[in-house]
């Protein structure tokens, strides 16, 4: 007979109890307990019912007992209070503090997980599972812990940028679903090189799509905070960015992504045109020299003018734009083609993001995108040639 199975079937059972958690646990309830006891008699300076010279208070049982979450599970724990004390002095004991659920450690380890995948809603049965069935766990506990985010990101963001000069400003915009219905922001991203080769993390703030007030509000914003003008500012084909720099840093010069402008042109030709295409322009952006790009650039728009007269002439109105990381050193023309410096930490941005579908509001997803950047930073490689970013000579 064919076997049935029911809704109950596969629901949830209670977690078994682990002799040895239990036991762990029951070890660290009474060391925490006998630690808490010391700490009254080291603050009285006598034993229970002893005497000392220098009269501090004296023992009043303890406050109601309450359940402490370690990093071994949910313990339960009886605060000692003392009384009668001189004005102005009060005993606190250094390792609870009052009110307090959970140690610091477990604490930091909320947001932590969030960032790394876990939703709000999640955190409650995956950790009673792991810490215990006390553990005091919800998912509003959880989004106030989180709002420490909030106020990290504000010093953040507020941050001098003077200390150090940056050669390189690589830009680009990232996409969430945020908000309600179908609504999406827009989050503008800058990462910049400095002297030494080292890539840094330097902003990010949420736009209203990808429009020049934006990106100008946002340059504007790191001048203030004593950012110079970089000799180089790269990123995709955004004309909101490129109407915004020149306002900002009007002696930056401006590189366009070789791998947006591919596709984009790629856009204009017929798929049986792109093979040929994409070893051509593969061939112009990779030229030893830019005399050498300009020629075979020059061949390539005279070849499309007359049977794809689009892709030429936009080849040819971007080409400036195209070729001046020729201006350069050579070690780090790499770098400087495209935006990759920028996109590839987008991968693990998008991973999380993708995983949480929709955020609630924007400011959410904003704190959770730098988190996840700043991250990322602490990988992030030197630039080829790095020893060479202190030649680039900056606008003045």
Not at 56 to 75: D, F, I, M
Not at 82 to 105: I, M, N
Not at 344 to 369: C, E, I, N
Request: proline share 5%; aromatic share 10%; charged share 25%.
């Amino acid at each position: 007979m064919e076997k049935v199975y029911t809704e109950s079937t596969f629901a949830t059972q209670a977690v078994k109890v682990d002799p040895l958690e239990a036991l762990a646990r029951q070890g660290a309830q009474k060391m925490l307990q006998a630690a808490l006891e010391n700490e009254v008699t080291e603050y009285l300076q006598r034993q229970r019912y002893g005497r000392s010279a220098d009269f501090k208070g004296y023992r009043n049982g303890s406050l109601p007992e309450r359940s402490l979450t370690l990093g071994g599970g949910a313990v339960a724990v009886r605060v000692p209070r003392v009384v009668q004390e001189p004005a102005g002095e009060r005993f606190q004991s250094a390792l609870v503090k009052p009110y307090q659920k959970r140690s610091q450690t477990v604490s930091e380890l909320f947001p932590k997980l969030f960032i790394e995948g876990l939703a709000t809603r999640d955190f409650e049965p995956a950790l009673r599972s792991l810490l215990g069935a006390a553990t005091a766990l919800s998912p509003s506990t959880v989004s106030r812990l989180n709002q420490q985010f909030k106020e990290e990101f504000a010093v953040w963001n507020a941050r001098r940028l003077d200390e150090e000069k940056f050669v390189y400003l690589f830009v680009d915009g990232i996409w969430l679903a945020a908000g309600i219905s179908d609504e999406r922001a827009c989050l503008l991203i800058v990462i910049g090189v400095d002297q030494a080769g080292r890539k840094q993390f330097l902003a990010l703030q949420a736009g209203y799509r990808e429009s020049k007030e934006s990106w100008l509000g946002l340059l504007q914003d790191l001048k203030k905070r004593g950012l110079n003008a970089p000799a180089l500012a790269l990123g995709d084909g955004a004309l909101g960015f490129w109407a915004a720099l020149p306002e900002a840093f009007p002696l930056t010069k401006p590189q366009l992504c070789w791998l947006h402008k591919t596709r984009n042109l790629l856009n204009q030709l017929p798929k049986s045109e792109h093979p040929e295409a994409t070893q051509r322009l593969r061939a112009l952006q990779r030229a030893d020299s830019r005399s050498t790009a300009e020629k075979l650039a020059r061949q390539l728009i005279a070849d499309w003018r007359k049977p794809y007269p689009a892709a030429a002439a936009n080849l040819e109105r971007h080409l400036n734009e195209l070729l001046n990381f020729y201006a350069y050193p050579a070690e780090h023309w790499r770098h400087l083609r495209t935006t990759n410096i920028i996109e590839s930490p987008f991968a693990a941005v998008r991973l999380r993001t993708d995983a949480a579908k929709r955020f609630r509001t924007v400011r959410s997803g904003v704190h959770l995108v730098w988190q996840i950047l700043l991250k990322q930073e602490q990988r992030w490689l030197k630039f080829c040639g790095a020893e060479k970013c202190a030649q680039v000579e900056l606008p003045q």
